[in-house]
């Protein structure tokens, strides 16, 4: 969401929209919205509300058009009850409103292709909508310039020439955003190469991409079977494709194997939220294999579909409580219950948050958060970070999206579980100072790994004490500079994609002097060559003078290029580095791998 946190046109252009993946329009849009209505929620929310519901009239007005009312119908109760159009019309980005325009966009141009009565204005909406695709996102502006393309295979050679001039007159119109678009595709994206989250395409993506157009869940495959028995029908009835159905078919298929391509040979960019503009030929195309239904037939079916759809958003996916709630809010109302319950001064939220969407929520409920976030200075270091957690005069803390080893430090000093929420986009935990009744000290569930799974090396004869999934072992000032090394075969872990590999590691030391420079480090290798990954921790910053037992945590995520590391060949490493003054015992050694809100990857599921 664009904000006012730039004060001109010209700042909001260079800070926030060229260093942002997506064209300026809607940014732009919003930037100026909340001039005038500020950050109230209906406000910010209801242009996009309007677009969702402009989809439903539009969608249906095509069908209807171009072919006839039962199949305006069926595309409309698609896109009007579909889980990730719900979802995405409340949300004020340029998803849904990209939707919109490229709906638009396909009447102008059906009727410049199939209309027998072309009107000038045609030609201008034409132009109109494939600018507002061209300036919502860059995957409904391949969108726009991929049917043009396809278009002049349909286009009535009468019409040729003037159809040239406006599409001359659409990329004249286009030229002044080029350079932010030439800027934004020179800085990289969000693959898991190039440093960002998302994977790799599957090769199987287009089934998924279907399955959630069509509802997710089971009724997005009970959906789909339907559509395939009605297309199937109409292929053993020897009933030919219409140039409509084709345009629509060959237009999605284009659309879809361009960002497929480009995601696997190039740079992830396939997501369903891209996808969703030529996803709406895929509902159309579907939808028109039912012309022929009967109103009864019709009925049936639209009855069938929301009956599924409601069965998929309601009781499922719960979208009024799990989905349409801001992450944020749902902090804000764990640190309002607590606060109400124990005392203003009783808790302390620590999020992931920023502190802008915290100063809405104060706003919101007429509150005043006493917080920190992760890019504040107790959470620049871990020493900080324990030095913070030590001062805390109160009894509940607030961790929102804090991830599992900060948590498991956490829990050294609120070792008491008051509350743990978990939803699509939000995994909130209350710990306390004080003993509750709920006795799951996990938090987390996890699963320690064996010490049979594990093999130990060290660089002396030393005795390796095991105690459980534990081990002792001395290192003293004699030892080389790796003298503890532990691997696991990736496979033998079975850690899981979107799972969290934990490594405690705790050691008994008198001074922070014996553990300095030394780290706990984790890699990921092939015996004798490079590691594909590599992480550590300094033993000293998780030194706490109070304790007589030190333990340092080493997180690993298994996001998106993890898959295609697991093989039988494939070990992680975790080893010790050492000066040569070091000289502790380390008293604990425990790995396991921890469910860490597997909720938020299943959202399309």
Partial sequence: MCDNLFQDEREELNKAIKIDAHPALIQLFLWYWVKLFGYNEIAIKLPFLICGVLSIYYIYSFGKEFFNKNVGLIAATIVSCSFIFLVYSSYSRMYISGVL?????????????FDENIKIKDYFFFVLFSLLCAY?????????FSAVVLSFFYINKSQLKKYLLFCLLAIILYLPHLQITLYQLSIGGIGAQVGGWLPPPRINEIYFLAKTL????????????????FI??????????????????????????????????????????????CGICLILFASSFVASFTKKQITILCLMFIGLFGFQNFYKKHLFSKVHVHEFEQQAKAYLEVEKKYGKNSVTGIFASEDFFVSIYESKYKSKFNYITVSDTAFKSILKLRNYLKSLPNNYVILGGINA?????IKEYYPYLYLHHEDYFSNIIVLSKIKQKNDDMSILKNNSILNSDLNIYTDSKKQITFYNDSVWFKITKNDTDFPFNVELNLNKSKLKQYQCLVVELSYKADSINQILSDK???????????AVFYKAESLADYFDSTKKIHTVYLEFFAGSDYLSWQNEKMNFNFFITKN?????????????????????WTLWD
């Fill in 405 to 409: 080893s900060t948590t498991q430090l």
């Fill in 136 to 144: 919502n996102h860059h995957m409904s502006s391949l969108f726009a």
């Fill in 520 to 530: 706990l480090c984790l890699s990921i290798s092939e015996k004798g060559k490079d």
């Fill in 580 to 600: 040569k003054k070091s000289e502790y015992d380390i008293v604990n050694f425990k790995v396991k791998t921890i469910d860490y809100s597997p909720t938020r």
């Fill in 232 to 277: 199937l029908n109409s292929i053993f009835k020897l009933n030919p494709l219409t140039k409509k159905q084709t345009f629509l078919f060959w237009l999605f298929i284009i659309n879809y194997l361009i960002i497929h391509l480009y995601s696997v040979f190039k740079n992830p960019i396939l997501q369903n939220s891209g996808l969703l503009f």
């Fill in 101 to 113: 325009f490229s709906i638009l966009f396909l009447i102008s141009l059906f009727l410049i292709l």
């Fill in 214 to 229: 069509f509802g997710c869940g089971i009724s997005g495959i009970i959906i789909m079977i339907l559509f395939f028995i």
